[in-house]
């Protein structure tokens, strides 16, 4: 059965930094593209980056470019979002995605 | 970016009653491949999103064959024959074949 457990979310305040993890399995990791999507409290789904099977593609909306840096772990079959300059607009819930299957997600919440 | 615009914004339907929402892409979804990359997903209260449909009209092994899915180039459907309790939430529809992945604003089925 695929898994994809996310974590590393809390409150931080605006311009400072957080890393989510998501652990995954059920399936050959390094196999598949892995990616980030977020939800804002009461809105829909956007992306915000996504990353190829060995790590050498990466890619980003327009307003996290710069600020966020997606990467993974193949030998631990985890995908990491490192997230810095942290914005109040940046607030979701960040899930983690691969084609049709997505984690239960966590929460970020960017606030002084 | 594709702009996808889901129709109607909410639907309030009877146990049993057939159900249909539309989703309209601002450009055509048909890739170089010639595969389509529209998707559906549904996102139950309180709940990360699940997959439906992929490639228009292809439901996912674990989807009831109440779901169907239908359109081309800019204009999509999704259908479901006889509503059932647990198809009540939101559902997206996201398109794959541009970057960056967009989604749909969202569609609320609620029980009537």
């Known amino acids: 059965e695929v898994q994809l457990v996310e974590s590393g979310g809390g409150l931080v305040q605006p311009g400072r930094s957080l890393k989510l993890s998501c652990a995954a399995s059920?399936?050959?990791?390094?196999?598949?593209?892995m990616a980030w999507v977020r939800q804002a409290p009461t809105k829909g789904l956007e992306w915000v980056a996504s990353?190829?099977?060995?790590?050498?593609?990466?890619y980003y909306r327009d307003s996290v470019k710069g600020r966020f840096t997606i990467s993974r772990d193949n030998a631990k079959s985890t995908l990491y979002l490192q997230m810095d300059s942290l914005r109040s607009e940046d607030t979701a819930t960040y899930y983690c995605?691969?084609?049709?299957?997505w984690g239960q997600g966590v929460m970020v919440t960017v606030s002084s | 970016d594709v702009v996808m615009t889901q129709t109607p914004v909410s639907l309030s339907l009877a146990i049993g009653q057939p159900a249909s929402i539309s989703c309209k892409s601002s450009?055509?979804?048909?890739?170089?491949?010639?595969?389509?990359?529209l998707n559906w997903i549904l996102q139950r209260p309180g709940q990360s999103p699940k997959r439906l449909i992929y490639?228009?009209?292809k439901l996912y092994s674990e989807v009831p064959d109440r779901f169907s899915g239908s359109g081309s180039e800019t204009e999509f459907t999704l259908k479901i024959s006889r509503v059932e309790a647990e198809d009540l939430g939101v559902y997206y529809c996201w398109q794959g074949t541009h970057f960056p992945q967009t989604f749909g604003g969202g569609t609320k089925l609620e029980l009537k």
């Open positions: 059920g399936f050959t990791f390094s196999n598949y593209d």
């Open positions: 490639q228009v009209s």
């Open positions: 450009q055509s979804l048909l890739g170089t491949s010639g595969k389509t990359f």
């Open positions: 990353i190829s099977t060995g790590g050498g593609n990466t």
């Open positions: 995605a691969r084609g049709g299957y």
